[in-house]
């Protein structure tokens, strides 16, 4: 089989390179999956830059997104088949309730990734896809879709009549104004450019503005105040954020673009009783919960560009460009 490897203190997509490898064999507990679709993250682009996710000295296969279906089984796994359609998830050790600290998934240090023709992982780890998905949409809910999840349906869950304002066009804001209209919630849109993309109506999006200046003022009236900020962009646009919240409005901090901490508004945050949550990622629960709902809904994740599995390079290079209107998807059929 092939697959790309990220050389030790490579740090560019041009270095990337594509090798024949033996095909992995699936052991007691495990099954192997035949690649269908990979989707990027922004966390490939910091593993690639390093050092963060990356072994010192060492290669790795990069990437962590994927679907596929089953094409061999290992000995003592049950409930599935060869043929079955599959993804799998990014936190194995999380399987419900409260937040647990995890590794950073596949892709980095010691957790293989999952830019190869076939991939071997713990029968534990395989997700059923959900009906009505194609395999390039189902490989864009690992990670982007999960954690929009955990960002409308954690802590403050979103509800039918309330205003959902989104930081950004990729593929975690996008999934994120997806479930909240689905829920029967008012999406808003906050974004560096492209506010009049007509994309953002086709969504169900019930306003754009730029995020230039002091704009959270301009966010809560916009929203007349959103009882949900789905902060893509990182803790320095936290003050903007709470300006944006209603009362006892929740801000889902999940963005790690700007990390600046700046002084916290403590006034506004007491004053209008908001929380500011922390969001990584989500529990295996949580990736079923989001399969059955999108299922429930006929959700489909917006995908910005396909490419093949021979331009992976230029996939990253893509997903690495500011502008990107949701996910940027590698096929392998």
């Not at 936190?91 to 076939?118: H, K, M, N, Y």
Request: charged letters at 20%; hydrophobic letters at 45%; glycine letters at 12%.
């Amino acid at each position: 089989m092939r697959q790309w490897k990220l050389k030790a203190g490579v740090t560019e997509a041009k270095g990337l390179v594509n090798e024949e490898a033996a095909t992995p064999q699936p052991g007691p507990g495990q099954v192997r999956i035949r690649v269908r679709a990979i989707a990027l993250n922004a966390r490939d682009q910091m593993i690639l830059a390093g050092p963060f996710g990356r072994p010192e000295g060492e290669e790795i296969v990069p990437l962590s997104d994927v679907a596929g279906v089953i094409d061999a089984v290992g000995e003592g796994v049950s409930g599935w088949s060869v043929g079955d359609r599959v993804m799998t998830a990014h936190a194995p050790g999380w399987r419900t309730g409260r937040a647990q600290t995890f590794g950073i998934g596949p892709g980095s240090l010691d957790d293989p990734g999952v830019a190869a023709e076939q991939i071997v992982v713990a029968a534990d780890r395989v997700i059923a896809t959900p009906p009505g998905l194609s395999d390039a949409e189902a490989s864009t809910l690992q990670v982007a879709g999960v954690t929009a999840w955990n960002a409308v349906m954690a802590g403050k869950p979103v509800e039918a009549g309330d205003k959902v304002l989104v930081l950004g066009s990729g593929g975690v804001a996008l999934f994120a104004a997806q479930l909240a209209r689905a829920l029967g919630a008012i999406p808003y849109a906050a974004v560096r450019s492209r506010a009049d993309d007509p994309r953002w109506q086709e969504l169900g999006v019930a306003g754009t503005m730029t995020t230039d200046g002091d704009w959270g003022a301009r966010a809560y009236e916009l929203t007349g105040g959103a009882d949900k900020v789905v902060n893509t962009v990182g803790i320095g646009v936290v003050n903007e954020c709470i300006a944006a919240a209603a009362g006892s409005g929740e801000i889902a901090v999940l963005g790690l673009r700007d990390n600046d901490v700046p002084a916290l508004d403590v006034w506004s945050l007491v004053g209008k009783q908001a929380s500011v949550r922390g969001v990584a990622v989500g529990s295996v629960a949580m990736h079923q919960d989001l399969a059955r709902f999108t299922a429930e809904h006929d959700l489909h994740p917006v995908i910005d560009r396909r490419f093949s599995f021979a331009d992976l390079p230029a996939a990253y290079e893509a997903q690495g460009q500011p502008g990107i209107f949701g996910k940027i998807v590698i096929d392998l059929d």
